[in-house]
């Protein structure tokens, strides 16, 4: 807990390198928290916008045991090119498996580079001799026509050759090598993705269109895989603001996707050629931190709300908290924190502090409490920087 210190600006103050050390005011949200991190276990925030729920979720991500993350890559499957295979590496390696895949692809086609020499050279070489051939057996005027029609023939042979090799090349090429989906390269802490606000295809994944899916000419299917924010958060957090609002059948397969911790990807409109397809499941152990109001939460598919609260926790957030000296202390640390995050104000003396105490009384509408709405507080706080 902080303590009332003395100071004259808020340069003097010391700020928590740790998130949660950040966290004013929330104490028993921050416990609780902290107790979900060690165990893994989803949890709904509850509270007014502005009182630190995300803050709290990035703070939980940041407290997670360290855990082996892995790359997850989309394969062709042979049986089935509409149900790509789906493989998991360790992190980092899933580029260096689609480098030597590509290696590997541009030395199975050395042979067709031979071959095309050859018939390139046989293209230019073929009309000199027609001319010479037919100049002694017919006449220089037979001879300069058969030159002028082998030279007509011989390029339109060597542009189909080249577009047909080139054509093959890359399509066979591409059919071969795998898609990295999600990508972990270099990452030395779970994820973080807040999904609030996103639709379905961003949250659970999405096969993209193809129309050119007919005579070869279309994308491979794994290639057209697109990763949801609940893989890309595996073993990490899986942040959602007013998760009421997302549709009921996606709030479903949100929980379909805890209960299981994989969920294959398909094509999320039922008119887009990527309906077809549908990936081998794809892994999606991630920790849950929901937020919303009172109102928007009773609105939320029971089972989903029931999972959270029957595997995790539910917490209410507080929207004021009592005036007292250390409270002002804290909010005096906000501030700070606020200035340094900035980058751009300079620090508050402490009267320009207590200007902004006073202001949180005013703003908590409950006497004797100060608010901790603390987003408004800080917008407050860079308007007067700015100032």
């Keep these: 807990m902080a303590k009332a210190k003395q100071y004259k600006s808020t340069a003097d103050i010391e700020i928590s390198k740790d998130l949660m050390g950040q966290i004013v005011g929330q104490e028993h949200a921050v416990d609780i928290v902290k107790k979900a991190s060690q165990q893994r276990r989803n949890v709904l925030l509850i509270g007014e916008p ?36 789906i493989r998991t590496v360790p992190a980092g390696q899933g580029r260096d498996l689609v480098a030597k895949a590509r290696i590997q692809g541009m030395n199975m086609f050395k042979n ?3 071959i095309f020499f050859v018939l390139v050279l046989v293209s230019i070489v073929a009309p000199w001799w027609a001319k010479s051939y037919y100049t002694k057996t017919s006449g220089p005027t037979v001879g300069a026509i058969i030159f002028s029609a082998m030279i007509l023939v011989s390029a339109i042979a060597v542009v189909g050759i080249m577009i047909a090799l080139n054509f093959g090349r890359r399509m066979e090429g591409r059919a071969k090598i795998p898609k990295v989906i999600v990508d972990n390269f270099g990452k030395k802490q779970g994820p973080f993705h807040d999904a609030t606000g996103a639709h379905a295809g961003a949250l659970l994944g ?7 899916q007919s005579g070869g000419l279309g994308t491979p299917a794994h290639e057209r895989v697109v990763a949801g924010m609940i893989h890309k958060s595996h073993m990490g957090v899986l942040f959602i603001d007013e998760i009421a609002t997302l549709h009921p059948a996606t709030q479903q397969e949100l929980l379909s996707a805890m209960q299981e911790r994989k969920f294959a990807i398909t094509g999320q409109s039922e008119r887009s050629a990527g309906a077809m397809v549908r990936t081998e499941p794809v892994p ?62 300079a620090h508050f003396n402490k009267d320009a502090v207590e200007e902004i105490v006073e202001e949180a009384r005013r703003r908590a509408n409950r006497k004797g409490h100060l608010t901790l709405r603390l987003r408004e507080l800080g917008g407050l706080v860079r308007a007067a920087g700015d100032v």
């Design 50 to 85: 502005g009182t630190g729920k995300s803050i709290l979720g990035l703070a939980l991500a940041q407290q997670l045991p360290m855990e082996k993350l892995v790359d997850t890559l989309a394969f062709p499957n042979p049986n089935d090119e509409n149900m790509p295979l």
């Design 112 to 114: 067709q580079n031979i």
């Design 206 to 212: 999405d096969v993209l269109h193809d129309p050119f």
């Design 284 to 345: 999606c152990d991630f920790v849950l931190v929901a937020a919303g109001n009172m109102e928007t939460v009773q609105h939320m598919h029971p089972a989903l709300r029931s999972r959270i609260k029957g595997y995790g926790y539910e917490v209410y957030m507080k929207d004021t908290f009592p005036d007292t000296e250390e409270n002002r202390y804290k909010i005096a640390q906000f501030v700070a924190q606020e200035v340094k995050k900035d980058t751009k104000i």
